[in-house]
């Protein structure tokens, strides 16, 4: 394991992507974690992340001084190496200029951490404080035209530092560089794959299960989907799938999820609760209100279900690595809020709680679930809201405005799909106006649909996609002359912020 420090920088999930992209493991910790549980789970190297204070304030985070004598490699990066400096007397100020940007370093090419590359680097350089004498015993091992110490070291002691930031691209050979730290400084093994997780889960899975059944609240999204997979690997035949269908789900979405898991030894369950979800929506149309009513009547449905099946002892979930970090403790249960479960172990009464993929990040719970068997349209899934199409249906809802947005969202993704259009979400709204049209000779007065197509990485921002016009016409108009209720389409341009990505 490579311990992940967190100094509250921005990058600390890109850090420990990287390392497992180099087939190690890391785990992210909080800054002060004690030096007791350092010692526990054994880390082959510590990576400082980088932050946002100054090593200087009073109230910067900080770590424990101790942990520079467990002998165990440190990399710091940015405000870690700062820290690391400062620690040890060196001077940290502020620059007379902040670097920002792809700027050009002269390594030590002697330097382990160096290793294979050429003299002249191009990274990414984000700081306002740099420092400003190095402490005893380090030496300076890179350098640019306005930071003296774009890294530093003391070999002895294998602890490492440096200014810019090597887990980003535009730092070209960042990940050859977290490479040297940890296989020519800490000796990683370079053992860790999704294979072998999978391996240690699914006996982890059946030695806490024994031979009890496990219920999962299947939402057709990514995690719950691969959690199930898993789950019917470990356990064929004890696992009961619960799909509770609100209603609010696209075209085919129910019958896709339920074909994708017809083959795997589990029993799947989907509950038809449109009808209560469709009644207490009525006439409804404020969307934090539409939002309470949906997780409330969620947790309803599936209550009852799960009590059914009152000899099933465990509930499984599809709690992710970053749904862990976001919590930040690590140790509770964190519920997604479009699980919309929160509460329920405890009442029902379930022995315990699985959650096999919470060691990883989306993009290998995407890996998982290919080996797993699950079809590429499951696991490459787009993001889809809890609440479903009501936040896309502006205004009240009735089955009949579903049914509209159900078929123009259908021949939007497919036309997208087809087009070969990349976009990171991508999907139709019903607007809640109406316009004046022209059909064959006469008047109409239908819906507006709007096409909404965005680019993101981290869905926190996005920028809208650029569609080809002719693309546009021809959705337009496939739209237009095939759902009957709407006679007009507009195309979202806005980015987020000021929008957001959904409507509602
Ligand atoms: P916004 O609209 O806030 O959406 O820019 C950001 C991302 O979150 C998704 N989203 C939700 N997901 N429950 C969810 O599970 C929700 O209530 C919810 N609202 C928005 C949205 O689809 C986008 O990917």
């Known amino acids: 394991t490579i311990l992940?420090?967190?100094?509250?920088?921005q990058y600390k999930d890109l850090i420990a992507r990287r390392v497992r992209e180099c087939s190690v493991y890391s785990e992210i910790c909080p800054a002060n974690i004690s030096l007791e549980k350092i010692q526990k789970i054994k880390p082959i190297g510590i990576i400082f992340t980088g932050g946002p204070k100054s090593v200087y304030e009073s109230n910067s985070p900080q770590c424990d001084p101790k942990l520079f004598e467990l002998g165990i490699p440190i990399l710091g990066i940015c405000y870690g190496a700062q820290l690391m400096s400062y620690i040890f007397g060196g001077v940290v100020k502020p620059c007379q200029t902040s670097e920002y940007g792809q700027r050009e370093i002269v390594i030590?090419?002697?330097n382990p951490l160096f290793d294979g590359l050429e003299i002249n680097q191009t990274v990414l350089m984000s700081h306002t404080d740099q420092i400003e004498r190095l402490p005893e015993g380090f030496t300076g091992i890179a350098m640019s035209d306005s930071c003296k110490y774009a890294a530093i070291a003391r070999p002895e002691k294998r602890l490492y530092g440096v200014q810019f930031h090597p887990e980003v691209e535009l730092s070209t050979n960042?990940?050859?560089i977290i490479q040297n730290f940890l296989y020519r400084i800490c000796g990683a093994a370079g053992d860790y794959s999704v294979e072998d997780y999978l391996n240690k889960q699914i006996a982890a899975v059946r030695e806490q299960v024994g031979s009890e059944k496990v219920l999962l609240g299947l939402s057709g999204g990514v995690d719950s989907a691969v959690c199930?997979?898993?789950?019917?690997?470990?356990?064929?035949?004890?696992?009961i799938c619960i799909l509770v269908d609100h209603g609010l789900m696209r075209k085919d979405e129910g019958d896709s999820v339920e074909k994708a898991f017809s083959n795997m030894a589990l029993r799947f369950v989907r509950v038809d609760a449109s009808d209560?979800?469709?009644?207490?929506?009525e006439g409804v149309t404020d969307p934090e209100k539409k939002r309470k009513i949906i997780g409330s009547e969620f947790v309803d449905v599936f209550y009852e279900q799960a009590k059914k099946f009152g000899d099933a002892k465990f509930l499984a979930q599809g709690t992710i690595y970053p749904d862990v970090i976001e919590s930040g403790t690590g140790s509770a249960a964190t519920i997604k809020s479009h699980h919309n479960v929160g509460g329920l172990p405890k009442e029902i009464g379930f022995a315990g709680i699985i959650e096999p993929l919470r060691g990883l990040f989306k993009d290998e719970v995407r890996k998982l679930g290919i080996q797993l068997g699950?079809?590429?349209?499951?696991?490459?899934?787009?993001?889809?809201?809890?609440?479903?199409?009501?936040?896309?249906?502006?205004g009240e809802i009735t089955r009949a405005k579903l049914d509209i947005l159900r078929e123009a969202d259908a021949i939007f993704r497919y036309e997208l799909e087809s087009a070969g259009i990349r976009a990171s979400q991508y999907f139709a709204v019903l607007t809640n106006l109406r316009?004046?049209?022209v059909m064959g000779d006469g008047r109409t007065y239908d819906y507006t649909i709007a096409l909404r197509a965005v680019l993101t990485s981290d869905f926190m921002t996005c920028e809208y996609a650029p569609i080809p016009h002719e693309l546009l016409s021809k959705i337009s108009r496939r739209i237009t002359n095939e759902v009957k209720g709407v006679n007009r389409i507009v195309y979202d341009i806005t980015d987020k912020p000021p929008a957001t990505i959904e409507w509602e």
Request: glycine share 12%.
């Open 435 to 437: 316009s004046v049209g």
């Open 374 to 394: 699950l079809p590429v349209e499951i696991v490459n899934r787009q993001p889809f809201p809890g609440p479903g199409l009501a936040v896309r249906v502006i």
């Open 4 to 9: 992940i420090l967190d100094f509250g920088g």
């Open 276 to 281: 209560r979800f469709l009644k207490k929506l």
């Open 174 to 176: 960042g990940i050859k």
């Open 228 to 239: 199930a997979a898993l789950l019917a690997r470990a356990i064929p035949d004890r696992l």
């Open 108 to 110: 030590d090419p002697e």
